[in-house]
């Protein structure tokens, strides 16, 4: 699972890293070092211009929320269940398959977090789960593997730029043995050379996709604790991903 995370560079800089052709936002985004479900967050994918559906597809950043919405969901609610989606079966699933098919996009991320349960309990008698933070060693982003979907507000009139919600999730899949110790499962990622091809609509091959992805190399990332802090999302800052002593 991947249910927290960071983006500390600047959206220039995101753009820079990911060969962003456009950057369409209505707000630039300040760093984030607690980004949770039902958050916006910045993603890359490619998007053929509207006035011309046959050219080549644009590369683009936007700002979207987390948390997959199907374009058949009555309530947007769905979307903090679906914030991730299994590489096993997300070419199957209702909820992914169309986006699975048509609509991946990358999420750009610092580093994300998990949480692993200790022997100390709260007063109420629950176990306390540590955070750790993992991040590649070279500290680039990681280029995660994500699906993204329209859902039309039925309240909201034509021509409303609110009219449609934009969402997306993050695939994952089984941890490495250096992540598996921490929680069994860990995001999916896309290797830069093969970036172009992922997020490239006209590409509906769903068995040529599934080999686009791929899980963090074994060892390419730094696994460390981190304040208890994070575990609440009011709490924000780069003091999230210091290393603590346990």
Not at 44 to 63: G, I
Not at 134 to 146: F, N, Q, S, V
């Amino acid at each position: 699972m991947c249910g927290r995370y960071a983006v500390t560079q600047s959206p220039d800089d995101l753009a820079d890293e990911f060969g962003v052709d456009q950057i369409d936002v209505r707000e630039r985004l300040e760093p984030d070092w607690n980004v949770a479900p039902t958050k916006p967050s910045p993603t890359v994918l490619a998007r053929p211009p509207r006035d011309a559906k046959d050219a080549e597809p644009v590369r683009q950043m936007r700002n979207l929320t987390w948390g997959l919405v199907p374009s058949w969901a009555k309530d947007p609610k769905i979307g903090s269940r679906l914030i991730n989606a299994r590489a096993e079966t997300v070419h199957e699933k209702p909820a992914f398959r169309r986006a699975f098919a048509t609509r991946r996009l990358i999420v750009p991320i610092s580093g994300f977090y998990e949480w692993f349960p200790t022997e100390r309990v709260t007063k109420a008698g629950k176990p306390i789960k540590q955070p750790f933070y993992l991040r590649r060693k070279d500290e680039h982003p990681l280029a995660l593997a994500g699906l993204y979907e329209f859902w039309r507000r039925r309240d909201t009139p034509d021509g409303d730029p609110n009219a449609w919600l934009i969402t997306f999730t993050i695939i994952t899949t089984k941890a490495s043995d250096d992540v598996g110790h921490i929680h069994d499962r860990m995001p999916m990622t896309v290797a830069r050379e093969n970036w172009q091809s992922w997020l490239d609509p006209r590409l509906d091959d769903t068995d040529a996709a599934r080999q686009l992805m791929e899980a963090p190399a074994s060892g390419s990332l730094d696994v460390f604790p981190v304040s208890t802090e994070v575990n609440n999302v009011r709490n924000n800052g780069p003091h999230l991903v210091d290393p603590v002593t346990l």
